[in-house]
């Protein structure tokens, strides 16, 4: 899977609740799905069934119907970024999960090329780094990852109300 339909730059702090996330799964066409997501202690946990999202705290990918679709609470880096001064501004989104709740979230994000978050501040010039004022605003909370995109922007659009965009995914 190399492309990724997330919301555009304007609705990137877009945050399905888990209802949202069953009519995703619905506009998708998708009936039945696998997938694992993190819960509030820490671990991962198998997600088989519509019932198990509920359980879900941290970052939840479910997999079905040839896509996969992801949901973080810390958004996600899909491109690079630097700070003005040119130095890399993102870190390992493990850095961001690991004291609330545990190395599940970032192994889960990682393992589908998600696995950075922008930093808080740059580690060469120490200036806040603030996602509105960086280039590209490669950043969002949700997204499906897919081989093509085909109709799925739309379905998706019709499922949240909002407007989305392909991007090819090159790991943040």
């Known amino acids: 899977m190399n492309l990724l339909v997330v ?8 945050f399905p609740d ?3 996330v069953e009519a995703v799964l619905h ?3 998708i009936r039945t799905f696998h997938g694992r997501f993190s819960d509030a202690e ?4 198998p997600a088989t069934r519509p019932d198990h999202l509920r359980l879900v705290s941290g970052v939840l990918v479910l ?3 040839g896509v996969t679709v992801v949901r973080s609470d810390a958004p996600f880096a899909f491109a690079p970024v630097a700070c ?3 130095e890399d501004a993102l ?4 850095e961001l999960y690991k004291r609330t709740h545990g190395r599940a ?3 889960l994000l990682a393992e589908l090329g998600l696995g950075r978050s922008l930093r808080g501040r740059c580690s060469r010039c120490r200036a806040a780094l603030d996602p509105d004022r960086l280039g590209g605003v490669p950043f969002a909370h949700f997204g499906v990852l897919a081989p093509s995109t085909g109709e799925i922007p739309e379905r998706l659009g019709r499922a949240t109300g909002l407007a989305y965009r392909a991007v090819p995914l090159t790991g943040g």
């Open 105 to 107: 979230p970032a192994r």
């Open 91 to 94: 870190v390992e989104i493990d």
């Open 27 to 29: 506009a998708l066409g």
């Open 7 to 14: 919301p555009r730059a304007e609705s990137r702090r877009y």
């Open 42 to 45: 820490g671990r991962e946990r």
């Open 18 to 20: 888990l209802m949202e």
């Open 63 to 65: 997999r079905g119907g």
């Open 84 to 86: 003005p001064c040119g």
